[in-house]
């Protein structure tokens, strides 16, 4: 069974500086996706950043950038000079290549950016 | 290019009643997936749809069904309502279910409160 942990409920950082936050997954599949998605608190799910278990280079998208470690099996997310829009509940979450749509999600990680 | 769009935003229903929520994916995608969203159990996989087939589904009874048109939009219809049935449904699309680049795009949920 595959099994997302995000084990940050909540965290802060000042404007301007860089955040990281922890994802660790479980799973037996050899082929997989992870996922990050951010949910402002109007409930749209925006899809940040993807990691394909075979991508050697950890992905990158603008101030995102996605820490694979696969020998951990931790898929953490780094935003880089964060801004007030970027406080948010943000998830990790995977799939499976032989699942086709179906992700698993975390319990999401609420971040505050302070001014 | 227009998003993923959910009709309706927010629904208030009696136990008891039934309850029938659209999705419309971006044009030329023809995946779409729900999803459940409930503080205590956070994000829960329903089903997908690929052209007009349910190609996975989730842990949920049989009061939730779905079904997916022709030109790609999809429904979910939730029969009997129950109190544990209020959370916010989200729907994505996907150009297909397979390849390792499958990025989902999520619509802004059907707010379901049921009294």
């Known amino acids: 069974a595959q099994k997302i942990t995000q084990t940050q409920p909540g965290m802060f950082v000042q404007e301007k500086e860089a955040v990281t936050l922890d994802c660790t997954y479980d799973t037996s599949d050899q082929s997989y996706g992870l996922f990050w998605y951010k949910q402002p608190s109007s409930g749209e799910m925006i899809f940040l950043i993807y990691q394909g278990s075979y991508d050697e280079q950890n992905a990158t998208e603008g101030r995102y950038s996605l820490n694979f470690q696969k020998a951990r099996k931790s898929a953490n997310l780094v935003i880089s000079a964060s801004q007030l829009g970027d406080s948010a509940m943000y998830f990790c979450a995977m799939r499976a290549d032989n699942q086709g749509g179906k992700l698993i999600f975390g319990q999401g990680t609420e971040l505050s950016v302070k001014p | 290019k227009a998003g993923v769009t959910q009709t309706p935003r927010y629904l208030i229903k009696t136990r008891g009643q039934q309850v029938t929520l659209s999705c419309s994916p971006i044009?030329?995608?023809?995946?779409v997936s729900w999803y459940q969203q409930t503080p205590g159990q956070g994000l829960q996989f329903l089903f997908e749809y690929f052209s007009e087939t349910q190609r996975n589904k989730g842990n949920f009874p049989g009061r939730f069904s779905g079904r997916q048109f022709s030109n790609s939009r999809s429904e979910m219809n939730v029969s009997t309502l129950e109190l544990g049935d209020s959370a916010l449904y989200l729907c994505?699309?996907?150009?297909?279910?397979?390849?390792?680049?499958?990025?989902?795009?999520f619509g802004p949920g059907t707010r379901l409160t049921v009294t």
């Open positions: 994505a699309s996907s150009l297909g279910p397979t390849g390792k680049h499958y990025e989902q795009y």
């Open positions: 044009s030329g995608h023809r995946s």
